[in-house]
Protein backbone atom coordinates (compact mmCIF):
# COMPACT_ATOMS: atom_id res chain seq x y z
CA UNK A 1 0.00 0.00 0.00
CA UNK A 2 1.50 3.35 -0.81
CA UNK A 3 0.48 6.55 -2.28
CA UNK A 4 1.37 7.19 -6.08
CA UNK A 5 1.39 10.18 -8.04
CA UNK A 6 -0.68 10.70 -11.29
CA UNK A 7 2.12 11.46 -14.26
CA UNK A 8 -0.14 11.85 -16.78
CA UNK A 9 -4.32 11.64 -17.22
CA UNK A 10 -5.55 10.61 -20.98
CA UNK A 11 -8.90 11.09 -22.59
CA UNK A 12 -9.56 7.73 -24.27
CA UNK A 13 -12.81 8.78 -25.38
CA UNK A 14 -15.42 10.86 -24.34
CA UNK A 15 -16.61 8.97 -21.26
CA UNK A 16 -13.36 7.14 -20.21
CA UNK A 17 -9.63 8.45 -19.14
CA UNK A 18 -7.04 7.00 -18.23
CA UNK A 19 -4.53 7.93 -15.07
CA UNK A 20 -0.91 6.95 -15.10
CA UNK A 21 0.53 6.72 -11.91
CA UNK A 22 3.68 6.65 -10.83
CA UNK A 23 4.26 3.12 -9.35
CA UNK A 24 6.69 0.40 -10.32
CA UNK A 25 4.25 -2.70 -10.37
CA UNK A 26 4.53 -5.77 -12.35
CA UNK A 27 1.10 -7.02 -13.31
CA UNK A 28 -0.19 -8.91 -15.63
CA UNK A 29 -3.49 -8.40 -17.94
CA UNK A 30 -6.32 -9.40 -16.20
CA UNK A 31 -4.84 -8.38 -12.06
CA UNK A 32 -6.06 -5.68 -10.62
CA UNK A 33 -5.10 -3.02 -7.82
CA UNK A 34 -6.96 -1.21 -5.08
CA UNK A 35 -7.12 2.48 -5.84
CA UNK A 36 -7.78 4.63 -2.57
CA UNK A 37 -9.03 8.31 -2.52
CA UNK A 38 -8.60 8.99 0.95
CA UNK A 39 -12.01 10.51 2.53
CA UNK A 40 -14.00 8.94 -0.20
CA UNK A 41 -13.56 5.41 -0.58
CA UNK A 42 -11.26 2.28 -2.13
CA UNK A 43 -12.33 -0.10 -5.42
CA UNK A 44 -10.87 -2.44 -7.29
CA UNK A 45 -9.65 -1.36 -11.26
CA UNK A 46 -7.93 -3.62 -13.25
CA UNK A 47 -4.56 -2.61 -14.81
CA UNK A 48 -4.89 -1.19 -18.31
CA UNK A 49 -1.21 -0.24 -18.79
CA UNK A 50 2.06 -1.47 -16.88
CA UNK A 51 5.66 -0.99 -17.89
CA UNK A 52 8.93 1.38 -17.84
CA UNK A 53 7.71 2.91 -14.15
CA UNK A 54 4.36 3.30 -14.73
CA UNK A 55 1.06 1.76 -14.11
CA UNK A 56 -2.67 2.75 -16.03
CA UNK A 57 -6.15 2.54 -14.72
CA UNK A 58 -8.85 3.49 -17.15
CA UNK A 59 -12.24 4.83 -15.47
CA UNK A 60 -15.82 5.70 -16.82
CA UNK A 61 -17.99 8.24 -14.69
CA UNK A 62 -20.27 5.66 -12.85
CA UNK A 63 -20.15 6.75 -9.75
CA UNK A 64 -19.26 9.05 -6.71
CA UNK A 65 -15.49 7.52 -6.63
CA UNK A 66 -14.80 7.09 -10.46
CA UNK A 67 -16.43 10.46 -11.31
CA UNK A 68 -13.82 12.02 -8.45
CA UNK A 69 -11.10 9.74 -9.92
CA UNK A 70 -11.56 10.94 -13.21
CA UNK A 71 -11.35 14.39 -12.22
CA UNK A 72 -7.79 14.13 -10.76
CA UNK A 73 -5.04 16.00 -12.07
CA UNK A 74 -1.33 15.11 -12.89
CA UNK A 75 0.63 15.62 -9.42
CA UNK A 76 -2.47 14.59 -7.26
CA UNK A 77 -1.57 11.33 -5.04
CA UNK A 78 -3.77 8.35 -5.13
CA UNK A 79 -3.32 5.43 -3.03
CA UNK A 80 -2.94 1.77 -4.58
CA UNK A 81 -2.12 -1.74 -3.40
CA UNK A 82 -1.88 -4.48 -5.51
CA UNK A 83 -1.33 -6.03 -7.86
CA UNK A 84 -4.33 -8.75 -6.55
CA UNK A 85 -5.71 -11.56 -8.49
CA UNK A 86 -4.77 -14.13 -11.47
CA UNK A 87 -4.85 -12.57 -14.97
CA UNK A 88 -5.35 -14.00 -18.10
CA UNK A 89 -3.12 -16.82 -18.89
CA UNK A 90 -4.55 -17.65 -23.00
CA UNK A 91 -2.01 -20.61 -23.98
CA UNK A 92 -3.09 -20.94 -27.44
CA UNK A 93 -2.22 -19.19 -30.65
CA UNK A 94 -5.43 -18.00 -31.93
CA UNK A 95 -6.95 -16.01 -29.42
CA UNK A 96 -10.06 -13.67 -29.78
CA UNK A 97 -10.83 -11.03 -27.01
CA UNK A 98 -13.71 -10.17 -26.34
CA UNK A 99 -15.04 -6.65 -25.01
CA UNK A 100 -17.49 -4.44 -24.08
CA UNK A 101 -18.02 -0.65 -22.94
CA UNK A 102 -15.88 0.33 -19.93
CA UNK A 103 -15.53 -3.54 -19.06
CA UNK A 104 -12.44 -3.86 -22.45
CA UNK A 105 -10.33 -1.53 -19.77
CA UNK A 106 -7.97 -4.46 -19.53
CA UNK A 107 -7.90 -6.09 -22.75
CA UNK A 108 -5.58 -3.41 -24.68
CA UNK A 109 -3.34 -4.58 -22.04
CA UNK A 110 -3.92 -8.03 -22.93
CA UNK A 111 -3.99 -7.75 -26.53
CA UNK A 112 -0.57 -6.08 -27.02
CA UNK A 113 0.89 -8.88 -24.41
CA UNK A 114 -0.37 -11.57 -26.49
CA UNK A 115 0.96 -10.31 -30.00
CA UNK A 116 3.96 -9.95 -28.39
CA UNK A 117 3.71 -13.80 -27.69
CA UNK A 118 3.00 -14.13 -30.96
CA UNK A 119 -0.59 -14.92 -30.73
CA UNK A 120 -2.78 -13.90 -33.68
CA UNK A 121 -5.33 -11.58 -31.91
CA UNK A 122 -8.74 -11.04 -33.26
CA UNK A 123 -9.95 -7.76 -31.17
CA UNK A 124 -13.74 -7.74 -30.83
CA UNK A 125 -14.94 -4.76 -29.36
CA UNK A 126 -18.47 -4.09 -28.57
CA UNK A 127 -20.06 -0.12 -27.74
CA UNK A 128 -23.03 1.61 -27.84
CA UNK A 129 -22.03 4.12 -30.07
CA UNK A 130 -18.85 4.84 -31.95
CA UNK A 131 -17.39 7.34 -29.57
CA UNK A 132 -17.43 5.03 -26.29
CA UNK A 133 -15.24 2.50 -28.15
CA UNK A 134 -12.26 2.01 -26.13
CA UNK A 135 -8.78 0.37 -27.18
CA UNK A 136 -9.46 -0.73 -31.05
CA UNK A 137 -6.86 1.56 -32.18
CA UNK A 138 -4.43 0.42 -29.60
CA UNK A 139 -5.16 -3.43 -30.39
CA UNK A 140 -4.69 -2.31 -34.35
CA UNK A 141 -1.25 -0.95 -33.84
CA UNK A 142 0.00 -4.24 -31.61
CA UNK A 143 -1.50 -6.21 -34.51
CA UNK A 144 -4.80 -7.52 -33.75
CA UNK A 145 -7.22 -7.92 -36.37
CA UNK A 146 -9.81 -5.48 -35.13
CA UNK A 147 -13.84 -6.45 -35.30
CA UNK A 148 -16.10 -3.03 -33.93
CA UNK A 149 -19.75 -3.63 -33.03
CA UNK A 150 -21.99 -0.35 -32.08
CA UNK A 151 -25.28 -0.87 -31.02
CA UNK A 152 -26.51 2.32 -33.05
CA UNK A 153 -24.45 1.10 -36.11
CA UNK A 154 -22.03 4.20 -35.95
CA UNK A 155 -19.00 2.07 -36.49
CA UNK A 156 -18.25 -0.88 -38.89
CA UNK A 157 -21.36 -3.56 -37.60
CA UNK A 158 -24.31 -2.58 -36.40
CA UNK A 159 -25.20 -5.15 -32.76
CA UNK A 160 -23.34 -6.71 -30.49
CA UNK A 161 -19.72 -7.92 -30.04
CA UNK A 162 -21.18 -11.69 -29.51
CA UNK A 163 -22.62 -11.62 -32.71
CA UNK A 164 -19.21 -11.08 -34.43
CA UNK A 165 -17.77 -13.74 -31.69
CA UNK A 166 -20.46 -16.28 -33.22
CA UNK A 167 -19.27 -15.23 -37.18
CA UNK A 168 -15.44 -16.01 -35.97
CA UNK A 169 -16.12 -18.97 -33.49
CA UNK A 170 -18.35 -20.36 -36.83
CA UNK A 171 -15.41 -19.83 -39.26
CA UNK A 172 -13.19 -21.96 -37.00
CA UNK A 173 -10.44 -20.20 -36.29
CA UNK A 174 -9.92 -19.78 -32.68
CA UNK A 175 -8.74 -21.54 -29.71
CA UNK A 176 -9.46 -19.31 -26.67
CA UNK A 177 -11.52 -16.77 -26.06
CA UNK A 178 -10.80 -13.97 -23.39
CA UNK A 179 -13.57 -12.07 -22.31
CA UNK A 180 -13.94 -8.47 -20.07
CA UNK A 181 -16.88 -6.70 -20.03
CA UNK A 182 -20.97 -6.44 -18.74
CA UNK A 183 -21.96 -10.09 -17.07
CA UNK A 184 -24.67 -10.99 -19.39
CA UNK A 185 -22.38 -10.31 -22.15
CA UNK A 186 -19.54 -12.60 -20.69
CA UNK A 187 -21.85 -15.51 -20.39
CA UNK A 188 -23.23 -15.94 -24.00
CA UNK A 189 -19.79 -15.49 -24.72
CA UNK A 190 -19.12 -18.69 -22.05
CA UNK A 191 -22.35 -20.24 -23.89
CA UNK A 192 -20.96 -19.45 -27.36
CA UNK A 193 -17.58 -21.00 -26.54
CA UNK A 194 -18.60 -24.24 -24.75
CA UNK A 195 -20.87 -25.52 -27.40
CA UNK A 196 -18.42 -24.99 -29.57
CA UNK A 197 -15.61 -26.69 -27.16
CA UNK A 198 -13.66 -23.43 -27.21
CA UNK A 199 -11.90 -22.25 -24.07
CA UNK A 200 -13.01 -19.41 -23.00
CA UNK A 201 -11.60 -16.92 -19.50
CA UNK A 202 -13.88 -14.79 -18.15
CA UNK A 203 -13.12 -11.46 -15.81
CA UNK A 204 -15.70 -11.45 -12.99
CA UNK A 205 -16.83 -8.87 -10.82
CA UNK A 206 -17.87 -8.84 -7.29
CA UNK A 207 -18.06 -6.85 -4.38
CA UNK A 208 -14.61 -6.45 -2.87
CA UNK A 209 -13.51 -5.47 0.61
CA UNK A 210 -9.95 -6.68 1.24
CA UNK A 211 -8.70 -7.92 -1.98
CA UNK A 212 -6.59 -10.56 -0.74
CA UNK A 213 -8.79 -13.50 0.25
CA UNK A 214 -10.05 -12.85 3.89
CA UNK A 215 -13.20 -11.49 4.23
CA UNK A 216 -15.10 -13.75 1.73
CA UNK A 217 -17.44 -10.38 0.28
CA UNK A 218 -16.18 -11.33 -3.09
CA UNK A 219 -17.27 -15.05 -3.44
CA UNK A 220 -19.08 -16.15 -6.38
CA UNK A 221 -19.81 -20.03 -5.75
CA UNK A 222 -17.43 -20.34 -3.11
CA UNK A 223 -15.01 -18.89 -5.73
CA UNK A 224 -12.85 -15.85 -4.08
CA UNK A 225 -12.83 -13.57 -7.36
CA UNK A 226 -10.49 -11.10 -5.44
CA UNK A 227 -8.09 -14.34 -4.98
CA UNK A 228 -8.77 -17.18 -7.44
CA UNK A 229 -9.78 -14.84 -10.09
CA UNK A 230 -10.73 -12.10 -11.08
CA UNK A 231 -10.22 -14.27 -14.78
CA UNK A 232 -11.58 -17.76 -14.50
CA UNK A 233 -11.43 -20.54 -16.98
CA UNK A 234 -13.71 -22.67 -18.31
CA UNK A 235 -13.08 -25.29 -16.16
CA UNK A 236 -14.66 -23.28 -13.45
CA UNK A 237 -17.21 -20.90 -15.21
CA UNK A 238 -18.69 -24.18 -15.79
CA UNK A 239 -18.88 -25.11 -11.83
CA UNK A 240 -20.52 -21.48 -11.08
CA UNK A 241 -23.89 -20.69 -11.03
CA UNK A 242 -23.77 -17.52 -10.13
CA UNK A 243 -22.33 -16.54 -13.18
CA UNK A 244 -24.19 -14.21 -14.46
CA UNK A 245 -27.31 -14.69 -12.78
CA UNK A 246 -26.75 -13.61 -8.96
CA UNK A 247 -24.27 -11.20 -7.42
CA UNK A 248 -24.21 -9.73 -3.58
CA UNK A 249 -24.23 -5.88 -2.15
CA UNK A 250 -22.40 -4.62 0.41
CA UNK A 251 -24.61 -6.39 2.99
CA UNK A 252 -23.86 -9.35 1.17
CA UNK A 253 -27.76 -9.79 0.14
CA UNK A 254 -28.00 -12.02 -3.41
CA UNK A 255 -29.05 -9.27 -5.98
CA UNK A 256 -29.78 -10.25 -9.81
CA UNK A 257 -26.16 -10.20 -11.47
CA UNK B 1 -2.45 -42.74 16.17
CA UNK B 2 -2.54 -39.64 17.43
CA UNK B 3 -5.99 -38.39 18.61
CA UNK B 4 -6.90 -34.83 17.58
CA UNK B 5 -10.66 -34.80 18.07
CA UNK B 6 -11.81 -32.56 20.60
CA UNK B 7 -15.65 -31.93 22.67
CA UNK B 8 -16.95 -27.75 22.76
CA UNK B 9 -20.26 -27.68 24.72
CA UNK B 10 -20.83 -31.64 23.77
CA UNK B 11 -20.28 -30.97 20.14
CA UNK B 12 -17.54 -32.67 18.63
CA UNK B 13 -14.89 -31.31 16.46
CA UNK B 14 -12.89 -34.00 14.38
CA UNK B 15 -9.93 -31.17 14.77
CA UNK B 16 -9.51 -28.53 17.03
CA UNK B 17 -9.52 -25.61 14.49
CA UNK B 18 -12.40 -23.38 13.70
CA UNK B 19 -12.92 -20.65 11.05
CA UNK B 20 -13.34 -17.81 12.52
CA UNK B 21 -16.09 -15.47 12.14
CA UNK B 22 -16.03 -12.89 9.45
CA UNK B 23 -13.28 -14.55 7.83
CA UNK B 24 -14.67 -16.03 4.36
CA UNK B 25 -18.28 -16.99 6.00
CA UNK B 26 -20.63 -15.07 3.99
CA UNK B 27 -21.73 -17.64 1.66
CA UNK B 28 -22.91 -21.61 2.24
CA UNK B 29 -20.29 -22.45 -0.27
CA UNK B 30 -17.06 -20.54 1.17
CA UNK B 31 -17.84 -22.72 4.40
CA UNK B 32 -17.76 -25.31 2.32
CA UNK B 33 -14.45 -25.08 1.13
CA UNK B 34 -13.18 -24.20 4.49
CA UNK B 35 -14.24 -27.45 5.89
CA UNK B 36 -12.92 -29.61 3.25
CA UNK B 37 -9.96 -27.47 3.93
CA UNK B 38 -9.75 -29.08 7.11
CA UNK B 39 -11.66 -27.01 9.65
CA UNK B 40 -12.56 -28.58 12.36
CA UNK B 41 -15.72 -26.75 12.58
CA UNK B 42 -16.82 -23.32 10.45
CA UNK B 43 -18.31 -19.82 11.99
CA UNK B 44 -20.32 -17.81 10.02
CA UNK B 45 -19.95 -13.92 9.85
CA UNK B 46 -21.87 -12.50 12.11
CA UNK B 47 -25.55 -11.65 11.65
CA UNK B 48 -27.33 -9.06 13.15
CA UNK B 49 -31.10 -7.99 13.43
CA UNK B 50 -31.02 -6.11 10.08
CA UNK B 51 -29.29 -5.35 6.86
CA UNK B 52 -25.90 -3.52 7.24
CA UNK B 53 -23.81 -2.23 4.92
CA UNK B 54 -20.65 -1.70 7.11
CA UNK B 55 -18.40 1.06 6.63
CA UNK B 56 -16.90 2.08 3.37
CA UNK B 57 -13.57 0.85 1.90
CA UNK B 58 -10.71 0.70 2.73
CA UNK B 59 -11.86 -1.92 5.60
CA UNK B 60 -9.21 -4.13 5.49
CA UNK B 61 -6.06 -3.60 5.23
CA UNK B 62 -2.58 -6.17 5.60
CA UNK B 63 0.55 -4.22 7.70
CA UNK B 64 3.72 -6.00 8.85
CA UNK B 65 2.46 -8.14 11.01
CA UNK B 66 -1.27 -8.83 11.01
CA UNK B 67 -4.14 -7.22 9.39
CA UNK B 68 -6.48 -4.59 10.81
CA UNK B 69 -9.96 -4.07 9.60
CA UNK B 70 -13.16 -2.24 10.18
CA UNK B 71 -15.64 -4.16 7.81
CA UNK B 72 -18.37 -2.28 10.39
CA UNK B 73 -20.50 -5.50 10.39
CA UNK B 74 -21.72 -5.68 7.15
CA UNK B 75 -24.60 -8.52 7.11
CA UNK B 76 -27.49 -9.44 5.44
CA UNK B 77 -29.59 -9.67 8.79
CA UNK B 78 -31.33 -12.36 10.27
CA UNK B 79 -33.82 -13.09 7.88
CA UNK B 80 -32.05 -13.30 5.06
CA UNK B 81 -29.19 -14.76 7.13
CA UNK B 82 -30.78 -17.75 8.64
CA UNK B 83 -31.82 -19.08 5.48
CA UNK B 84 -27.99 -19.06 4.42
CA UNK B 85 -27.36 -20.65 8.01
CA UNK B 86 -29.70 -23.25 6.96
CA UNK B 87 -28.60 -24.05 4.03
CA UNK B 88 -24.84 -24.35 5.36
CA UNK B 89 -25.65 -26.90 7.71
CA UNK B 90 -26.96 -29.17 5.57
CA UNK B 91 -24.31 -28.63 2.79
CA UNK B 92 -20.97 -28.57 5.25
CA UNK B 93 -19.33 -31.29 6.81
CA UNK B 94 -18.43 -29.48 10.13
CA UNK B 95 -20.84 -28.44 12.80
CA UNK B 96 -21.65 -24.90 11.35
CA UNK B 97 -21.55 -22.15 14.11
CA UNK B 98 -23.58 -19.09 13.84
CA UNK B 99 -22.85 -15.83 14.57
CA UNK B 100 -24.98 -13.04 15.90
CA UNK B 101 -24.33 -9.43 17.00
CA UNK B 102 -27.11 -6.90 18.34
CA UNK B 103 -27.15 -3.67 20.18
CA UNK B 104 -29.15 -4.50 23.36
CA UNK B 105 -30.08 -7.80 25.47
CA UNK B 106 -33.55 -7.89 23.68
CA UNK B 107 -32.20 -8.27 20.67
CA UNK B 108 -29.60 -10.58 21.44
CA UNK B 109 -32.60 -12.31 22.45
CA UNK B 110 -34.58 -12.10 18.91
CA UNK B 111 -31.46 -12.88 16.97
CA UNK B 112 -30.45 -16.06 19.02
CA UNK B 113 -34.28 -17.24 18.65
CA UNK B 114 -34.27 -16.70 15.01
CA UNK B 115 -30.95 -18.19 13.91
CA UNK B 116 -31.71 -21.26 16.85
CA UNK B 117 -34.72 -22.37 14.40
CA UNK B 118 -32.04 -22.80 11.71
CA UNK B 119 -30.68 -25.78 13.80
CA UNK B 120 -26.90 -24.93 13.49
CA UNK B 121 -24.51 -26.91 15.86
CA UNK B 122 -23.37 -23.56 17.81
CA UNK B 123 -24.52 -20.27 18.26
CA UNK B 124 -21.73 -17.72 19.16
CA UNK B 125 -22.87 -14.13 20.55
CA UNK B 126 -20.42 -11.78 19.20
CA UNK B 127 -20.48 -9.33 22.17
CA UNK B 128 -17.01 -7.79 21.28
CA UNK B 129 -16.46 -6.35 18.15
CA UNK B 130 -14.74 -2.64 17.96
CA UNK B 131 -15.53 -1.56 15.54
CA UNK B 132 -19.09 -0.06 15.49
CA UNK B 133 -18.88 1.62 18.77
CA UNK B 134 -20.13 5.34 17.14
CA UNK B 135 -23.10 3.76 16.43
CA UNK B 136 -23.49 0.72 18.75
CA UNK B 137 -21.78 1.66 21.65
CA UNK B 138 -19.29 0.38 23.97
CA UNK B 139 -19.18 -3.51 23.17
CA UNK B 140 -21.08 -5.71 25.97
CA UNK B 141 -17.69 -7.79 26.93
CA UNK B 142 -15.56 -5.17 28.36
CA UNK B 143 -18.22 -5.13 31.35
CA UNK B 144 -19.55 -8.07 33.17
CA UNK B 145 -22.98 -6.92 33.80
CA UNK B 146 -23.53 -6.17 29.87
CA UNK B 147 -21.96 -9.48 28.75
CA UNK B 148 -23.83 -11.22 31.32
CA UNK B 149 -27.60 -9.58 30.07
CA UNK B 150 -26.75 -10.21 26.80
CA UNK B 151 -25.84 -13.93 27.14
CA UNK B 152 -28.77 -14.39 29.14
CA UNK B 153 -31.14 -12.79 26.68
CA UNK B 154 -29.55 -15.18 23.87
CA UNK B 155 -29.57 -18.11 26.17
CA UNK B 156 -33.38 -18.35 26.67
CA UNK B 157 -33.88 -18.18 23.39
CA UNK B 158 -31.56 -20.40 22.18
CA UNK B 159 -33.02 -23.82 23.16
CA UNK B 160 -30.88 -26.90 23.42
CA UNK B 161 -27.90 -25.31 21.14
CA UNK B 162 -24.84 -24.59 23.08
CA UNK B 163 -23.94 -20.48 22.96
CA UNK B 164 -20.61 -19.38 22.91
CA UNK B 165 -19.92 -16.10 24.10
CA UNK B 166 -16.95 -14.31 22.25
CA UNK B 167 -15.04 -11.76 24.40
CA UNK B 168 -12.56 -9.38 23.99
CA UNK B 169 -9.29 -8.35 24.97
CA UNK B 170 -10.01 -4.88 25.54
CA UNK B 171 -10.61 -4.91 28.49
CA UNK B 172 -9.11 -4.76 32.19
CA UNK B 173 -12.43 -6.84 33.92
CA UNK B 174 -11.63 -9.82 31.80
CA UNK B 175 -11.89 -12.53 34.88
CA UNK B 176 -14.95 -11.15 35.69
CA UNK B 177 -16.62 -11.05 32.29
CA UNK B 178 -15.82 -14.68 32.10
CA UNK B 179 -17.22 -15.42 35.12
CA UNK B 180 -20.28 -13.71 34.61
CA UNK B 181 -20.70 -15.28 31.23
CA UNK B 182 -20.32 -18.48 32.86
CA UNK B 183 -23.12 -17.67 34.92
CA UNK B 184 -25.72 -16.28 32.51
CA UNK B 185 -25.49 -19.92 30.45
CA UNK B 186 -22.39 -19.50 28.18
CA UNK B 187 -21.31 -23.14 27.35
CA UNK B 188 -17.99 -21.90 25.62
CA UNK B 189 -15.99 -18.67 25.80
CA UNK B 190 -14.71 -17.66 22.53
CA UNK B 191 -11.51 -15.64 23.51
CA UNK B 192 -11.78 -13.59 21.52
CA UNK B 193 -11.74 -10.38 19.32
CA UNK B 194 -9.68 -8.05 17.64
CA UNK B 195 -7.38 -6.24 19.90
CA UNK B 196 -7.14 -2.32 19.68
CA UNK B 197 -8.49 -0.54 18.10
CA UNK B 198 -5.51 0.56 16.35
CA UNK B 199 -4.89 3.04 13.58
CA UNK B 200 -2.62 3.44 9.84
CA UNK B 201 -2.04 6.42 8.98
CA UNK B 202 -0.44 6.80 5.53
CA UNK B 203 2.35 9.10 5.79
CA UNK B 204 2.27 10.64 2.27
CA UNK B 205 -1.62 10.96 2.57
CA UNK B 206 -1.33 12.33 6.00
CA UNK B 207 -4.57 10.47 6.62
CA UNK B 208 -5.63 7.46 8.91
CA UNK B 209 -6.02 4.32 6.05
CA UNK B 210 -9.62 2.75 7.02
CA UNK B 211 -12.33 4.76 6.27
CA UNK B 212 -13.51 4.05 9.80
CA UNK B 213 -9.96 5.42 10.96
CA UNK B 214 -9.44 2.86 13.60
CA UNK B 215 -9.85 -0.61 13.32
CA UNK B 216 -9.46 -4.27 15.07
CA UNK B 217 -6.16 -5.57 15.03
CA UNK B 218 -5.51 -9.30 14.28
CA UNK B 219 -2.72 -11.86 13.04
CA UNK B 220 0.68 -12.34 14.63
CA UNK B 221 0.77 -9.36 16.04
CA UNK B 222 -2.31 -10.33 18.97
CA UNK B 223 -1.12 -13.68 19.46
CA UNK B 224 1.17 -13.43 22.28
CA UNK B 225 -2.09 -10.96 24.04
CA UNK B 226 -4.46 -13.80 23.09
CA UNK B 227 -2.53 -16.23 24.85
CA UNK B 228 -2.33 -14.33 27.80
CA UNK B 229 -6.28 -13.80 27.50
CA UNK B 230 -6.88 -17.32 27.39
CA UNK B 231 -4.77 -17.86 30.62
CA UNK B 232 -6.85 -15.67 32.65
CA UNK B 233 -10.25 -17.10 31.60
CA UNK B 234 -9.17 -20.63 32.33
CA UNK B 235 -7.98 -19.30 35.10
CA UNK B 236 -11.95 -18.33 36.13
CA UNK B 237 -14.18 -20.84 34.62
CA UNK B 238 -15.20 -24.01 34.01
CA UNK B 239 -16.74 -24.07 30.23
CA UNK B 240 -14.30 -25.03 27.39
CA UNK B 241 -12.66 -21.77 25.70
CA UNK B 242 -11.99 -21.10 21.95
CA UNK B 243 -8.24 -19.51 21.26
CA UNK B 244 -8.59 -17.03 18.73
CA UNK B 245 -6.23 -14.50 17.73
CA UNK B 246 -2.97 -15.00 15.58
CA UNK B 247 -2.86 -18.57 15.12
CA UNK B 248 -1.22 -19.86 11.79
CA UNK B 249 0.62 -23.05 12.64
CA UNK B 250 0.73 -26.22 14.75
CA UNK B 251 2.57 -24.84 17.85
CA UNK B 252 0.52 -21.40 17.94
CA UNK B 253 -1.87 -23.74 17.98
CA UNK B 254 -0.78 -25.84 20.29
CA UNK B 255 0.61 -22.60 22.35
CA UNK B 256 -3.23 -21.75 22.62
CA UNK B 257 -4.43 -25.00 23.94
CA UNK B 258 -1.68 -25.48 26.52
CA UNK B 259 -2.42 -21.72 27.88
CA UNK B 260 -5.80 -23.41 28.35
CA UNK B 261 -8.02 -23.36 25.09
CA UNK B 262 -10.02 -26.57 23.89
CA UNK B 263 -9.87 -25.36 20.44
CA UNK B 264 -8.55 -22.13 18.05
CA UNK B 265 -9.69 -19.88 16.35
CA UNK B 266 -7.90 -19.48 12.66
CA UNK B 267 -8.98 -15.61 11.22
CA UNK B 268 -5.91 -13.73 9.65
CA UNK B 269 -3.84 -16.50 8.71
CA UNK B 270 -6.58 -17.53 5.77
CA UNK B 271 -4.66 -14.55 4.09
CA UNK B 272 -1.34 -16.46 3.17
CA UNK B 273 -2.75 -20.38 3.93
CA UNK B 274 -5.80 -19.97 1.84
CA UNK B 275 -8.76 -22.78 2.77
CA UNK B 276 -5.91 -25.31 3.21
CA UNK B 277 -4.77 -23.66 6.36
CA UNK B 278 -6.79 -25.60 8.52
CA UNK B 279 -5.61 -28.77 7.41
CA UNK B 280 -2.30 -27.85 7.50
CA UNK B 281 -2.47 -26.86 11.36
CA UNK B 282 -3.81 -29.75 12.51
CA UNK B 283 -1.16 -31.98 10.36
CA UNK B 284 1.74 -29.71 12.04
CA UNK B 285 0.04 -30.10 15.95
CA UNK B 286 -0.67 -34.28 15.07
CA UNK B 287 3.50 -34.08 13.81
CA UNK B 288 4.58 -32.58 17.27
CA UNK B 289 2.33 -34.56 19.06
CA UNK B 290 3.82 -38.27 17.53
CA UNK B 291 6.84 -36.99 17.99
CA UNK B 292 6.09 -36.21 21.63
CA UNK B 293 4.20 -38.99 22.54
CA UNK B 294 1.09 -37.15 23.37
CA UNK B 295 -1.87 -39.19 22.15
CA UNK B 296 -4.68 -36.79 22.80
CA UNK B 297 -4.85 -33.31 22.19
CA UNK B 298 -7.22 -33.04 25.23
CA UNK B 299 -4.17 -33.69 27.20
CA UNK B 300 -2.50 -30.78 26.47
CA UNK B 301 -5.27 -28.21 27.29
CA UNK B 302 -4.18 -25.94 30.49
CA UNK B 303 -0.73 -28.01 30.83
CA UNK B 304 1.26 -24.50 31.34
CA UNK B 305 -0.60 -23.92 34.29
CA UNK B 306 0.56 -27.10 36.16
C1 LIG C 1 -11.79 -8.96 8.12
C2 LIG C 1 -12.22 -9.43 9.48
C3 LIG C 1 -13.58 -9.48 9.78
C4 LIG C 1 -14.02 -9.91 11.02
N1 LIG C 1 -15.36 -9.98 11.28
C5 LIG C 1 -15.79 -10.50 12.45
C6 LIG C 1 -17.18 -10.70 12.70
O1 LIG C 1 -18.05 -10.41 11.87
N2 LIG C 1 -17.56 -11.23 13.90
C7 LIG C 1 -16.64 -11.61 14.84
O2 LIG C 1 -17.04 -12.12 15.89
N3 LIG C 1 -15.32 -11.44 14.62
C8 LIG C 1 -14.88 -10.90 13.46
N4 LIG C 1 -13.52 -10.76 13.24
C9 LIG C 1 -12.57 -11.19 14.28
C10 LIG C 1 -12.05 -12.60 14.02
O3 LIG C 1 -13.11 -13.54 14.09
C11 LIG C 1 -10.98 -13.00 15.03
O4 LIG C 1 -11.57 -13.00 16.32
C12 LIG C 1 -9.78 -12.06 15.04
O5 LIG C 1 -9.45 -11.69 13.72
C13 LIG C 1 -8.56 -12.65 15.71
O6 LIG C 1 -8.14 -13.85 15.09
P1 LIG C 1 -6.97 -13.93 13.97
O7 LIG C 1 -5.77 -13.26 14.54
O8 LIG C 1 -6.80 -15.38 13.71
O9 LIG C 1 -7.49 -13.19 12.79
C14 LIG C 1 -13.07 -10.30 12.01
C15 LIG C 1 -11.71 -10.25 11.70
C16 LIG C 1 -11.27 -9.82 10.46
C17 LIG C 1 -9.79 -9.77 10.17
S1 LIG D 1 -12.51 -9.14 -1.36
FE1 LIG D 1 -12.15 -10.08 0.55
S2 LIG D 1 -12.07 -12.18 0.05
FE2 LIG D 1 -12.19 -11.22 -1.86
Redesign the interface.
Known sequence: MGMAKILEVREENPRMRTLFLDAAMKASPGQFAMLWIPGLNEKPLSFSYCGEGRVGFTVAKVGPFSEKLSQMKVGELVGVRGPFGNGFKPKWDRIAIVGGGCGAAPLGFLAEELARKGAKVSFVVGAKTKGELLFAERARSAGAEVLVCTDDGSEERKGFATDALKDLLEKGKIDAVCTCGPEIMMRKVFELCEAKGVECQASLERWMKCGFGVCGQCAIDGFLVCKEGPVFPSSKLRRMREFGTLKRDACGLPLKA | MVELGVELAGIRLRNPTILAS??????P??L??AAKGGAGAVTM?SLGPE????H???????WECG?I?A?GL????VE?GAKEVAEAVKKVKAPVIASFFAKDAAEFGVVAGRLAAAKPAMLEANLSCPNTIREMGIPFAYEPEHAAEAVKAAKERAGDIPLIAKLSPNTHRLKEVAKAVEAAGAGAINMGNTLGPGMLI?V??R?P?L?NKAGGVSGPAIRPVAVRCVWDVYESVKIPIIGTGGVGSGRDALEMIMAGATAVGV??A??SG?FKVFGKIAKEMEEWMAKNGVSSVRELVGVAHK
Open positions: GILGVTATKRKPRQGPNPTVLELNVSNPGADDAKIAGSVAG
